[in-house]
């Protein structure tokens, strides 16, 4: 069975840090490109990052950039989201995503596999 689980999430004050972590089973993640995705109260469902597994090459929304780090364990199996510098704006559900050969990151239609989310609530 496959499956994504996220884990991580919590209440945070601005500035501070949270590592989100994406574990696979059933299937490995060395051979799935991993999307992060957020959704805030309201909101669509947005990607923040993506790791290729084809060129090891890392995307990020311009919100996050110099903020946010995706990296891979792949001994854990495992994909990771440390996030720095948080925001309010940054405050939403995160899910972690899986598929095969994905070319616009940003979208969530590219993703077969989809984590039931973790909650990052930024606020003082």
């Known amino acids: 069975q496959v499956e994504l689980v996220e884990s991580g999430g919590g209440l945070v004050q601005p500035g501070g840090s949270l590592r989100l972590s994406c574990a696979a089973s059933g299937f490995y993640l060395d051979y799935t490109d991993i999307g992060w995705f957020r959704q805030a109260p309201g909101k669509e469902r947005e990607g923040v990052s993506c790791?290729?597994?084809?060129?090891?090459?890392?995307y990020y929304i311009d919100s996050v950039k110099g903020r946010f780090t995706i990296f891979r364990d792949n001994i854990k199996n495992t994909v990771y989201l440390q996030m720095n510098s948080l925001k309010p704006e940054d405050t939403g559900v995160y899910y972690c995503?899986?598929?095969?050969?994905?070319?616009?990151?940003?979208?969530?239609?590219?993703?077969?596999?989809w984590g039931r989310g973790t909650q990052v609530t930024v606020s003082s």
């Open positions: 995503a899986g598929g095969s050969w994905v070319r616009s990151w940003w979208r969530s239609t590219e993703y077969d596999y």
């Open positions: 790791i290729n597994i084809n060129d090891g090459n890392t």
